[in-house]
């Protein structure tokens, strides 16, 4: 008669409570696509992809990655910014759909290519030349994008885009600059940062090129990518180094 197990009956309901009940539901995704057009695209789009508020759709998120955390954010708001709080006005399993919604969207549809990530991670090294313009973890230059957190970002195809047509879908401000100086030869590289009074770039050997607007003539952009086509890859190494870019979660 001593023990008591009412207390624990009541704790139940809460700790279920926070388990998306729909995960992996396709309908009631749907059901919050529906939602989400209603309430959200002012701010996050038609699909997600973004506006006055951030990108929803790359699976890596400022207030946590973890359904409960994308739970939490909606129902609550974000505090201090324009994210407003839903959780009172639509109850808990509308907000579940709309977690449920947006995570379809940076669920992996595409079975992973069938390769070799350590033979792709090798590649990436040496023969591939990726580290000698991309950062993974502590290693690689900086010449262009980062990629430590690249394979939670995007998804296959767009790797796949990324490395056989560069120019298809550029990294927006890594696009080419064209400086040319008063005196001296042009420089060419990733655009870095660009003001009324200053240009910064860096060159394919990893340097910073930082020039005042009166030292500089002209100021020339492209939207084209330094990154070379790996169009002739063999399929082989193409797989290894997919699969090794999707492995780049940021745990690592
Ligand atoms: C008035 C504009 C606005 C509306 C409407 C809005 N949001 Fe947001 N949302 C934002 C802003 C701004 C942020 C970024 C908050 C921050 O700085 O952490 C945000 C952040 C988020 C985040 C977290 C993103 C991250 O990286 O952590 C999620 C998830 C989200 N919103 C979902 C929604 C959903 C679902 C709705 C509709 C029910 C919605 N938002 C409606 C402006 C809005
Ligand atoms: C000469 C420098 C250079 C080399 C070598 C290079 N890249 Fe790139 N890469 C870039 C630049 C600059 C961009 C940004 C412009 C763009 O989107 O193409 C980029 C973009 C990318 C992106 C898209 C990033 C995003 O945010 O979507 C991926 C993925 C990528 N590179 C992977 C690779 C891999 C894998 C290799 C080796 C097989 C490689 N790169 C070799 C310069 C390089």
Redesign the pocket.
């Known amino acids: 008669m001593s023990c008591r197990p009412w207390p624990l009956l009541i704790l139940a309901p809460i700790l279920l409570q926070a388990q998306n009940p729909f995960a992996g539901n396709a309908s009631e995704a749907d059901a919050g696509r529906g939602l989400f057009r209603i309430m959200c695209r002012p701010c996050h789009g038609i699909s997600a992809q973004g506006g006055r508020g951030p990108d929803l759709t790359l699976g890596v998120y400022n207030n946590g990655n973890s359904d409960n955390d994308l739970f939490r954010v909606i129902y609550h708001g974000v505090q201090g910014t324009e994210m407003p709080s839903y959780g009172a006005r639509i109850g808990d399993e509308n907000v579940w759909r709309m977690v449920t919604y947006i995570r379809s969207l940076t669920t992996r549809k595409e079975p992973p290519p069938p390769g070799d990530r350590a033979a792709g991670e090798a590649f990436?090294w040496s023969k591939?030349?990726?580290g000698?313009?991309?950062i993974v973890g502590q290693r690689g230059s900086a010449?262009?994008?980062e990629?430590t957190r690249?394979g939670r970002k995007?998804s296959l195809e767009?790797?796949r885009q990324?490395?056989t047509d560069?120019n298809a879908d550029?990294?927006p401000t890594?696009y080419k600059i064209t400086v040319t100086p008063r005196t001296g030869p042009n420089i060419t590289g990733?655009q870095r940062n660009i003001d009324n009074f200053t240009a910064e770039l860096m060159t394919?050997d990893g340097r910073i090129h930082f020039f005042e607007r009166d030292a500089v003539s002209s100021i020339q952009r492209d939207y084209v990518?330094?990154?070379?086509a790996?169009k002739s890859l063999p399929t082989q190494d193409m797989n290894n180094?997919l699969l090794y870019?999707l492995s780049l979660r940021g745990e690592n």
């Open positions: 990436f591939g030349g990726c000698n313009c991309h010449f262009g994008p990629l690249i995007r767009h790797l990324s490395l560069p550029l990294t890594y990733t394919t990518s330094l990154m070379p790996y180094i870019l």
